[in-house]
């Protein structure tokens, strides 16, 4: 299947922007009559046919549509820190998506080594896979935002705090019972400091448990969202 990203669908024809009508014309080599496959990261998935192979302008016809094309029935945002390897954090956003996420929030920690990320190149690692996994719902990436500000902005649903101090904590997966929403924090490499950990407690945060391994921040971030998706699914 070749799928590309293409926001915005209306009507029953969609011209491809310059990015992914090169790929499709100049890469791929289609041309007039070639059925392609678009979703609009909003849920919608189209079958397309190739009308004009222009290489800067694609134009397509759609053939058939899928609305809310596999919609999963949880919602699970994790709020994590980048990791001081640039290259780490964008493995996480890679492989959370593949595996299912709606929302994502790059955290800023008092323990954090990275306080600066690039948006629009961490948008286009989110894009790539869910083309690669045949989404057709484009995750939320939110601006980095200091843990102080997030704690303080009102979460729905279950809400949960792993950290490093696990002993005598209840697992993650004991605690998915419910139809809610979820929203798990992970934190930098050092950890959450103890004040981040109390504070956030009082505003209302579960300590939870993702086993007897103590995880780097990455691998932290893909346990979590991997026990959600087999908990609720």
């Not at 949880?74 to 998506?97: D, G, M, S």
């Not at 955290?107 to 045949?134: F, G, M, P």
Request: glycine share 6%.
């Amino acid at each position: 299947m070749q799928l590309f990203y293409a926001p915005n669908i209306s009507g029953n024809t969609f011209t491809l922007n310059e990015e992914e009508s090169k790929h499709c014309i100049r890469v791929l080599r289609l041309n007039v009559g070639d059925e392609i496959t678009l979703i609009d990261g909003k849920g919608g998935l189209f079958k397309t046919r190739i009308v004009n192979p222009e290489p800067k302008r694609c134009q397509v016809e759609i053939v058939e549509t899928f609305k809310e094309f596999e919609k999963r029935n949880h919602y699970l945002h994790i709020a994590i820190a980048p990791t001081k390897n640039i290259e780490r954090f964008e493995w996480f956003l890679e492989k959370a998506t593949e595996i299912g996420i709606d929302e994502i929030t790059p955290l800023l920690c008092e323990h954090s080594e990275r306080k600066v990320i690039n948006n629009e190149r961490l948008e286009k690692i989110i894009v790539s896979a869910i083309k690669q996994s045949i989404k057709a719902y484009l995750p939320k990436l939110n601006e980095l935002t200091t843990f102080k500000q997030f704690i303080q902005n009102k979460q729905s649903g279950n809400i949960f705090i792993a950290h490093c101090n696990t002993n005598g904590l209840s697992h993650l997966k004991n605690e998915l019972a419910s139809d809610q929403a979820t929203t798990i924090l992970i934190g930098p490499e050092g950890d959450f400091s103890p004040e981040e950990v109390n504070n956030a407690l009082q505003a209302g945060f579960k300590e939870i448990s993702l086993g007897k391994s103590r995880l780097r921040t990455e691998t932290a971030g893909i346990v979590a969202c991997s026990i959600v998706n087999i908990v609720k699914e």
